[in-house]
């Protein structure tokens, strides 16, 4: 059975600080796992995506890594913004699971404040 | 140019009633799927389908029914709701099931049963 858990639960940084979030994820096997962001009242928006193959995904000032072995990822998001304020969502395809189904953590809400 | 809308966006409604909520994607997927995410933000997948076929069948109650008349629209039919069922649900979409694409989701519909 795949956990996936994500620490800190919530997180307040002051503006221009990097924001490191974690997850780890109990089962290695693994076809790739995904870092989303959910703003209030709103739907996810896929923010990196990283194969099982691949040790880190870059996109601007997001820098997402992933140790299967150890079974955990980092996002990092350099020089944080207030519009960075959001829950951060990770999830992860296992190998098993043919048909892409997603398995979420609980998120970690983070306030950037001015 | 909505990629994945759903209606209605909130749902109120009484203990005992059937109500639907409706997903349409314009993205060209063949794949699309319905989370479920609590009051403790869990998300959970319920249910996918691949070009009209059910895929995906997690651990729902039967009173849960999807339904799929093209590969561009999955409806969720709910009977006899009860005050559980209480959440917030998400309808996603992706090229392919098993894919490594990432999947794209609604902005979700609020149910409340009182």
């Known amino acids: 059975k795949q956990e996936v858990t994500q620490i800190p639960a919530a997180l307040s940084v002051p503006e221009g600080e990097n924001l490191v979030l974690n997850c780890s994820f109990t089962?290695?096997?693994?076809?790739?796992l995904q870092w989303f962001r959910q703003d209030p009242g709103k739907g996810l928006t896929s923010l990196l995506l990283i194969q099982s193959s691949q040790r880190e995904q870059t996109s601007g000032r997001l820098n997402a890594s992933l140790d299967k072995s150890s079974g955990r990822s980092t996002l990092y998001i350099a020089a944080s913004q207030p519009g960075d304020s959001a829950t951060y969502l990770c999830?992860?395809?296992?190998?098993?699971?043919?048909?892409?189904?997603?398995?979420f953590g609980a998120g970690t809400q983070v306030v950037v404040t001015p | 140019d909505t990629a994945v809308s759903q209606t209605p966006k909130y749902l109120v409604t009484q203990m005992g009633n059937d109500k639907s909520i409706k997903c349409e994607q314009n993205?060209?997927?063949?794949?699309m799927y319905w989370y479920k995410q609590d009051s403790k933000k869990f998300l959970k997948i319920m249910f996918s389908y691949n070009n009209k076929e059910l895929i995906i069948n997690e651990t729902v109650p039967n009173r849960f029914s999807p339904k799929s008349p093209d590969k561009a629209h999955l409806n969720l039919h709910i009977n006899s709701l009860e005050l559980g069922d209480s959440a917030v649900y998400f309808c996603?979409?992706?090229?392919?099931?098993?894919?490594?694409?990432?999947?794209?989701f609604g902005p979700g519909t609020r149910l409340t049963v009182l």
């Open positions: 089962d290695s096997a693994i076809y790739n």
């Open positions: 993205l060209g997927h063949d794949t």
């Open positions: 999830a992860v395809t296992r190998t098993t699971d043919s048909w892409g189904k997603l398995q």
């Open positions: 996603a979409s992706s090229p392919l099931a098993g894919s490594t694409d990432t999947q794209y």
